[in-house]
């Protein structure tokens, strides 16, 4: 699955250009230069990483950072921001309104690569390769292997898609036309009721006898991989597998 970048710009040339080297180097990139429209698109599409020009339409990127961060849906998506600013005073305000890296203009496409690179192993480890593990489940995805406690697991490759996802971000919740995007396509039409199948079909899988339902059922909501939400503690981190 290859990583979403959402790239808020309102420079054509830049835009293009940053496209076109995310795009050769393994990246989906989603674009907009206009800052209420980065609000939605970054609840709507659930990029893995967003680059945030600081000079934007309607809102500024400092605004639009300061409201991804107080989102619940949105709070736990890296964020490079863009700038022209080179002063100490803005960089240091830049992080402290919560983005996690800045690059000064005008930089190289291949240096904004590198740092969302760097970005992603750091806090998603998951889309960088190797073992997924998150509460007891241990996925190989060069093997395509699944295990839980031990306990080898028989998934079809739909399941195993869906599960992938859900091992890449735990506790996050998923509407059903997200989860057909994510594991199905955008170019695929599904009914969205084959979500439902495919979930209970995951659950049965990897829950067992007696084992606690790692899948949370949200209300008009969707469904997420969260271990310990009936203990009311925060999912703990996804990590690699050693």
Not at 32 to 43: K, P, R
Not at 51 to 72: K, T
Not at 162 to 184: C, K
Not at 194 to 219: W, Y
Request: proline content about 5%; aromatic content about 4%.
């Amino acid at each position: 699955m290859r990583p979403r970048i959402l790239l808020v710009e309102d420079d054509a040339n830049l835009v293009e250009l940053v496209r076109y080297n995310l795009d050769k180097e393994g990246f989906d990139v989603v674009n907009t230069h206009d800052g209420e429209e980065a609000l939605v698109l970054a609840e709507e599409e659930r990029p893995d990483v967003v680059v945030l020009d600081w000079m934007i339409s309607n809102l500024s990127g400092i605004e639009v950072c300061r409201r991804l961060r107080r989102a619940p849906e949105t709070a736990g998506i890296p964020i490079i921001m863009l700038t022209a600013r080179a002063e100490e005073a803005d960089r240091v305000r830049g992080l402290e309104t919560g983005a996690d890296d800045y690059v000064t203009k005008p930089f190289s496409p291949r240096e904004l690569v590198a740092r969302v690179r760097a970005l992603l192993r750091r806090l998603r480890p998951a889309l960088s390769g190797g073992n997924l593990e998150y509460a007891g489940v241990l996925m190989d995805t060069n093997a395509h292997k699944v295990v839980r406690d031990g306990v080898p697991i028989q998934l079809g490759p739909t399941e195993f898609r869906l599960l992938r996802h859900f091992l890449e971000h735990p506790g996050r919740v998923f509407s059903r036309e997200q989860l057909l995007d994510a594991v199905w396509g955008r170019d695929v039409y599904v009914e969205q009721r084959t979500v439902d199948v495919h979930i209970r079909r995951l659950r049965k899988a990897i829950n067992g006898e007696n084992m606690p339902d790692l899948i949370r059922t949200v209300r008009s909501a969707g469904y997420a991989l969260d271990a310990e939400a009936t203990a009311g503690k925060e999912p703990q981190a996804l990590r690699m597998a050693s």
